[in-house]
């Protein structure tokens, strides 16, 4: 069988390496196609892992092994399932818009921008497909390097606090998770951490390892009250930036909870949810609230990724199939809908320079196609019907109605607070009268902005109309899930 996952790792990677040694900033047209051919590559050889995915079954699919530190046990050991499988495609997808949209916006150090993005998704699509826990844990903490760089290099002011900030951030946690996989293999002898799910542990074994992975996966998620780096990481990052940060790497926490926390320490997920279940609902409802007050487009978009989140880990831990695959089909939108968002933002800082909501108003009339573009987008993520925002939110609340009712009436406020937050940046920034005159002399989108914009909006609404395809490949593999963690002793 064709080597699909180790193609969707290392293609982009070579690529980035490649643009590295070819690209100069004499000519820095060379190392735009040159990138743009590596995204086009890395995107086009993840499509057969979707198209060739078999949704009857929740077994690994695409599976690659080979030795790697035999005397540890630890393999390249590779593999997709139905929860997996579409983050590594949107991933690629999201790394080719990132290059598209930088083409001639980024003029200084064009080479070392773009691969570090190649390299970054080469590194992300090996975390979500890695088997062994070495191989997962090196992934993970790698793609921390290339996203230090592109906000610590072509961020804003305070773009060195901010990416340091990021660092610490993530990589304290993660250090708590490497104790708890050295942990796992001395009481199994193996990094191949599906074999850790059949591991017989105590109610306070589980307890101890769940704070350990708990506190690595929701700095990155992030989840209230461990949030705090995303705003200033998203302010100070270019619109590249932005777009992965919120798009792709926040899912890579999420689906650390899927992949490790409830099907190794099912016992105490069961006995924590109620604690996960209240950071959740303090996100959706308290950061929705915190968002309304934002004076920074990019913040309050931030805020809002975060909120959005909130409904993501609460699905999954409401324990049953509508609330998991609602958790990941939320997941997948908000890949969408917020890289649509920052790109929106992106736009109009590459003409007016500026992110302040107070510097715009009346943006529609000077550039109604891209004001149509922003419109729909808030309403996404605002959740509105028919588009892919409301999909993931609706089969939360749904799945929370079966738990509790005042569980889904506090989730179902982020309907309320988002369109609250959203529409009324929108007001202030696309309506009303023209008062600054740099909006004034907004030109409309270009060509290459039009089309990148009419794609992610093509998405958002081919998923808000018709989930099945998505929601079809995450079933079987969901179902196996909760199956192995309804044998909980809980």
């Not at 993005?117 to 191989?135: E, H, K, Y």
């Not at 302010?235 to 689906?255: D, H, M, N, Q, R």
Request: include cysteine; hydrophobic fraction near 60%.
């Amino acid at each position: 069988m064709t080597a699909y996952l180790s193609l969707a790792i290392w293609v982009p990677i070579v690529a980035g390496l490649l643009v590295l040694a070819v690209g100069r900033d004499r000519d820095p047209g060379a190392a735009r196609w040159i990138a743009l051919a590596g995204a086009v590559c890395g995107f086009v050889v993840t499509l057969p892992l979707f198209f060739h995915f078999d949704t009857t079954t929740s077994a690994m699919q695409f599976v690659e092994r080979h030795a790697w530190i035999p005397r540890f046990d630890v393999w390249y050991h590779l593999g997709v399932d139905g929860i997996s499988v579409l983050f590594v495609v949107l991933n690629a997808f999201t790394t080719l818009l990132v290059v598209w949209s930088a083409w001639e916006v980024i003029q200084t150090r064009v080479a070392q921008y773009m691969a570090a993005f190649l390299v970054m998704s080469g590194l992300i699509n090996g975390a979500f497909a890695a088997l062994d826990a070495v191989l997962f844990y090196v992934f993970f903490e790698a793609m921390l390097i290339p996203m230090y760089l592109i906000i610590g290099v072509w961020g804003g002011p305070n773009r060195v606090y901010a990416a340091v900030k990021f660092f610490l951030y993530t990589l304290l946690g993660s250090l708590l998770m490497l104790v708890a996989l050295v942990y796992l293999y001395g009481a199994s002898e193996t990094f191949a951490f599906r074999e850790w799910y059949e591991l017989p542990l105590e109610l306070s074994t589980q307890i101890l390892l769940f704070v350990a992975f708990f506190l690595a996966f929701a700095v990155k998620v992030p989840m209230w009250p461990v949030h705090t780096w995303l705003p200033d990481a998203h302010v100070e990052a270019p619109t590249g930036g932005s777009v992965v940060l919120a798009a792709i790497t926040l899912k890579i926490g999420a689906y650390g909870f899927v992949r490790f926390i409830l099907p190794i320490l099912p016992d105490a997920s069961r006995y924590l949810s109620t604690f996960v279940i209240v950071l959740s609902l303090i996100a959706v409802v308290y950061i929705g609230f915190v968002a309304l007050v934002q004076a920074d487009m990019k913040k309050l978009i931030a805020y809002s990724s975060i909120s959005h989140m909130g409904f993501v880990t609460l699905g999954f831990f409401l324990f049953n199939q509508l609330g998991t695959v609602g958790g990941l089909v939320q997941m997948l939108s908000h890949g969408f809908v917020s890289a649509a968002m920052f790109l929106c933002v992106g736009v109009l800082y590459d003409r007016v320079h500026s992110r302040r909501i107070a510097d715009y108003g009346g943006v529609v009339n000077t550039m109604p196609r891209f004001a149509a573009f922003v419109v729909l987008f808030a309403m996404a993520n605002a959740g509105l019907p028919a588009t892919s925002g409301f999909v993931g939110e609706f089969m939360v609340i749904l799945a929370a109605v079966q738990v509790n009712f005042w569980l889904a009436f506090l989730a179902g406020t982020t309907l309320v607070l988002g369109a609250a937050y959203t529409l009324w940046m929108v007001k202030r920034v696309v309506f009303g009268a023209v008062a600054n005159p740099n909006v004034a002399a907004l030109k409309d989108l270009d060509r290459r902005e039009f089309w990148l914009l009419a794609v992610l909006a093509a998405m958002v609404l081919l998923m808000g109309i018709w989930p099945k395809p998505f929601v079809d490949v995450m079933n079987a593999s969901v179902a196996d899930l909760l199956a192995h963690v309804a044998k909980s002793k809980l």
